[in-house]
């Protein structure tokens, strides 16, 4: 599935079957493993909770359907285009690089009709767009983050200034903060916030001679 984007979709992670985090918007299946702005936003939980038991993650890629409706969409399926394949079928609901993972997955027969596919492979199916899991082991190295955690304990600072408040003299910005937050812009903007006031403050304190 490498280059396959989802987008719309969400994304829990379980560990050892309980959700500690979840989130929703688009995901990248790479050479790798998987990336993107949600995975991203994951990656900090899950880092976290690598070495505490078994890691998962589980991609609903139908969040805007109840299990309900998602079955009445399958039925509606296997009714109107009864003669088709079950592969056939399927390509109708996912991306092409998906359908044969997904298909596999199932256990239902590729070439299998449509009107012979059981409530119980239905369900199967049904279960399986709402709950796609996948094994984390592992993470990509420091160098290739896009993030850190960790860094200079912000009760250590004044916030008004980014001064140091054990260290007079010294100032504090961006990422050597232990400021972590969600993708999309607010590191960034963290960085520059605390870079303008930590630098006007750090003039200001030059300029007074203190």
């Known amino acids: 599935m490498m280059g396959l984007s989802l987008r719309n979709v969400e994304v829990r992670l379980l560990l050892d079957g309980q959700e500690v985090a979840r989130d929703f918007g688009e995901m990248l299946f790479t050479h790798y493993g998987v990336s993107g702005p949600i ?27 109840s299990p309900e409706k998602l079955d009445a969409r399958l039925r509606r ?15 109708g609901l996912l991306p092409q690089k998906m359908v044969d993972v997904v298909v596999a997955r199932s256990g239902i027969p590729p070439d299998k009709p449509g009107h012979q596919i059981t409530a119980v492979e239905r369900k199967r199916l049904r279960e399986l767009l709402h709950d796609f899991r996948l094994t984390i082991v592992g993470h990509r190295s420091l160098r290739e983050a896009i993030v850190t955690a960790g860094g200079v304990d912000t009760r250590e600072i004044e916030p008004r200034t980014m001064a140091s408040r054990l260290v007079q003299g010294l100032y504090f910005a961006g990422e050597v903060l232990d ?22 403050s750090a003039a200001r304190f030059v300029t007074q001679g203190k």
């Not at 995975?39 to 359907?65: C, D, F, H, Y």
């Not at 400021?179 to 006007?200: E, P």
């Open 179 to 200: 400021v972590q937050a969600d993708t999309g812009g607010f590191n960034l903007q963290a960085a520059f916030s605390t870079g303008y006031v930590a630098g006007r």
């Open 77 to 91: 399926d296997l009714d109107q285009f009864g003669k088709q394949t079950f592969r056939k079928l399927v390509k």
């Open 39 to 65: 995975i991203l936003t994951l990656s900090g939980p899950a880092v976290a909770r690598l070495e505490q038991g078994r890691l998962e993650m589980s991609i609903n890629l139908k969040p805007a359907l």
